[in-house]
């Protein structure tokens, strides 16, 4: 068994955390319950869960996991070898703003260019259902949009877009 000193879990996370989106309270509430029900290891959390939902829920039950950061992480596990499940493809596709720059970028979506819960969720979807058809990992899909619309379609009309993308020069040739 893993031993509890709270105030040193309490000082060094609140050391780590001087950012505005930390908060060192829910961390030492999450650690301190990661320590005294999870002999203080990650993994254990999921052991003997198969199906990603489930183990979805049961990391949401910690402070400041919600769905998007809940998804976010079991990908990371997943992608990583840490964890498997028997539904790897419901993992979360999470939509952020690369994905809805490339997305306008390909003609699959139409928007402001800010991430809303009703152009997140249902491109997320749409990128699950196209995985699932297609038999792409949703991981690998989800890998491939990260690094393509990071470093492909960080911002509109960059140098490096013209030289990449095919699809930057139709749109140039059709606006001509």
Same mark, same amino acid.
């Given at each position: 068994m893993?031993?509890?000193?709270t ?6 996370l609140?050391?780590?955390?001087q ?11 999450n650690s ?16 003997d869960?198969k199906?990603?939902?489930?183990? +979805?829920?049961? /990391?949401?039950? !910690? *402070?400041?996991?919600? @769905?998007? $950061? ?8 997943? +992608?990583?070898? /840490?964890?498997? !499940? *028997?539904?790897?493809? @419901?993992? $979360?596709?999470k939509?952020e ?7 306008e970028a ?9 991430i809303?819960?009703?152009?997140a969720k249902?491109?997320s979807?749409f ?23 990071r ?5 509109k ?6 030289a990449?993308?095919a699809r930057?020069?139709?749109i ?5």
């Amino acid at each position: 068994m893993v031993s509890l000193d709270t105030q040193i879990i309490y000082e060094t996370l609140y050391r780590m955390c001087q950012g505005a989106n930390n908060h060192p309270e829910e961390l030492k509430t999450n650690s301190i319950r990661l320590v005294t029900e999870y002999d203080g290891n990650p993994i254990n959390i999921f052991k003997d869960i198969k199906d990603v939902n489930e183990a +979805k829920e049961i /990391l949401m039950t !910690f *402070d400041r996991f919600a @769905d998007g $950061l809940a998804g976010l992480y079991l990908t990371f596990l997943v +992608k990583y070898g /840490l964890v498997k !499940f *028997d539904n790897p493809n @419901d993992l $979360l596709v999470k939509v952020e703003h690369h994905d809805i720059r490339l997305s306008e970028a390909l003609g699959i979506l139409k928007s402001s260019g800010k991430i809303s819960k009703e152009i997140a969720k249902p491109l997320s979807e749409f990128f699950r259902s196209m995985c699932s058809e297609l038999g792409i990992s949703v991981i690998d899909l989800d890998s491939a949009l990260w690094a393509i619309g990071r470093y492909g379609c960080s911002v509109k009309r960059e140098l490096h877009c013209k030289a990449i993308c095919a699809r930057f020069i139709q749109i140039v040739i059709e606006k001509a």
